[in-house]
T-cell receptor, first 115, second 114 residues
Framework: GAGVSQTPSNKVTEKGKYVELRCDPI?????LYWYRQSLGQGPEFLIY????????DSGLPNDRFFAVRPEGSVSTLKIQRTERGDSAMYLC?????????????FGPGTRLTVL | KQEVTQIPAALSVPEGENLVLNCSFT??????LQWFRQDPGKGLTSLLL?????REQTSGRLNASLDKSSGRSTLYIAASQPGDSATYLC?????????????FGEGTQLTVNP
């Protein structure tokens, strides 16, 4: 079956612009996660959805970052007034969300470059 | 706050060698630990997941162990191949009843030379 997909694969924008990054999870997965990965670092947690609601958004760095998942499937990560420090790989993952064997499956990521 | 450390940061070995990657974590109250592989510019592929009650998991040439009390995990790769070249990340999930965040180490960049 299809895995997690993310669009666009690459996004180049100018400082101060608004961007949206999209994630399509695996069908049937109720949990969805966003992570951010800077070059040479491990991914860092941003936000976690269970269904339509954000169960944990404590990883969002500031109020310029916002994410939605209105129908409990596709999610969009929105970044306002982008800054050069926002340049990173943005990774999305999904899982069934239950049990100790629950595995998060990652998408290919969106590489964001803010000039 | 959970911190995850991976040693070494980079490793270069000749083809055919057996090798061990190390991962340590500061808070032993984990739900499970996962090892991932990441190719350059790509997403993450899950290799092995060890539940907190387990000591090890095996998949093909890969074997991962977990010592929760000491906060350590190792990933053993047998008979390494050039195709194993990638960055290997370990991640821990805190104790929860449902899905929650993974805390990652910074990874070990592995190069297997033909």
């Amino acid at each position: 079956g299809a895995g997690v997909s993310q669009t666009p694969s690459n996004k180049v924008t100018e400082k101060g612009k608004y961007v949206e990054l999209r994630c399509d999870p695996i069908s049937g997965h109720t949990a969805l996660y966003w992570y951010r990965q800077s070059l040479g670092q491990g991914p860092e947690f941003l936000i976690y959805f269970q269904g339509t609601g954000a169960a944990d958004d404590s990883g969002l760095p500031n109020d310029r970052f916002f994410a939605v998942r209105p129908e409990g499937s596709v999610s969009t990560l929105k970044i306002q007034r982008t800054e050069r420090g926002d340049s990173a790989m943005y990774l999305c993952a999904s899982s069934y969300g239950q049990g100790s064997t629950d595995t998060q499956y990652f998408g290919p990521g969106t590489r964001l470059t803010v000039l | 706050k959970q911190e995850v450390t991976q040693i070494p940061a980079a490793l270069s070995v000749p083809e055919g060698e057996n090798l061990v990657l190390n991962c340590s974590f500061t808070d032993s109250a984990i739900y499970n630990l996962q090892w991932f592989r990441q190719d350059p510019g790509k997403g993450l592929t899950s290799l092995l997941l060890i539940q907190s009650s387990q000591r090890e998991q095996t998949s093909g040439r890969l074997n991962a162990s977990l010592d929760k009390s000491s906060g350590r995990s190792t990933l053993y790769i047998a008979a390494s191949q050039p195709g194993d070249s990638a960055t290997y990340l370990c991640a821990v999930r805190r104790v929860e009843t449902s899905g929650s965040r993974l805390t990652f180490g910074e990874g070990t960049q592995l190069t297997v030379n033909p």
